[in-house]
């Protein structure tokens, strides 16, 4: 039975109940989104009794402008257990009815399905066969590694690399001080992250939105900032989401000053710390390469998680239901190529 949820307590404990169950399908993440040009709708399917939770799905559909027609996302959803063939079979039917119910060019979604396993292949294999196709856009990282919380913390130290552990060691007899950030340090978590941006080359978005994901996080107590000092000096930052007996590291930054003294080092294992005391059992340290490669752009990311212990883990990736060929291409092909060209050609008049 397929229910539209509007209670923000009831969906959040029937999908914390559900396997894959992540902090982007999550009732905040919606209301965030909502306030940034998406629509959200929760979907709850449950048991033939009514009660139990089958199935979740936080879809989010941005309406393109004045056309009668949308694009919709189900982020690191739907969350069900994906061994289970009919329901999966039934989830996949339900989120394709609604989108030609809401004149969508396409869903995507992108769960947080294992690649190379039996199930992974099985749900490609559904996935294909029910008309969907592997996205060119992934919204989300593919791949990430995971750190397994459950053993002591003498034993994640132990099975941290040795340069690694003596590095965290290090940072700490260098007068790093790690302490848990809140609200007011918004502005100081910005800062450092768009110095992180301009240093490394990346692109970010103003600090309002930053402000308005962490701090809604924050106060629903599902996040929770970690501040590395110097005598008193801010020189790094994450910020570490939880939900369901898991915890991401999706936002990190670090200021030039100090490096040698390792303060990322520090804080990452604190992050973890601060994982286990909420009562998570896996930290996923969110991001990793496509391919295991040197020249991925990635690889000094994989390598720094790598030596904390954490396992490579390749996902099946985003995967696109077209309702509408054409719209779908047009989308998806033919846009991003005109404004590619119209990009170069912008950057050919500037640089004459």
Known sequence: MKSLITDPGRWNSALSDLPTAHVLQTWEWGAFKSRHGWQPARYLWTASDGDRPCAAASVLTRRLGRFPSAVMYVP????LNYGNTILLEQTLARLETTARQERALFVKIDPDVWADTAEGKMVVERLRNRGWRPSREQIQFRNTMLLDLKPSPDDLLMAMNSKWRYNTRLAGRKGVMVRRGALNDLPLLYAMYAETAARDGFIIRPEDYYADAWGL?????????????????????????QF??????????????????????????????????QGCAIYDMWGAPDEL???????????FKKGFGGEFVRHIGAWDFPVSQFGYWLYSVA???ALAVMQRRHWQAVSR
């Open 76 to 79: 690191k959803g739907p969350a």
């Open 335 to 337: 846009m991003p190529r």
């Open 217 to 241: 996080f924050i106060k629903a107590g599902l996040a929770q900032p970690l501040v590395a000092e110097v005598k008193g000096e801010p020189v790094a930052m994450v910020i570490i989401f």
């Open 293 to 303: 490669d040197e020249s991925d752009p990635l690889w000094g990311v994989y390598r």
């Open 244 to 277: 369901a007996g898991r915890a991401w590291y999706m936002y990190g930054a670090s200021r030039s000053v100090h490096r040698e003294k390792m303060p990322n080092h520090l804080l990452q294992w604190e992050a973890m710390q601060w994982a286990r005391e």
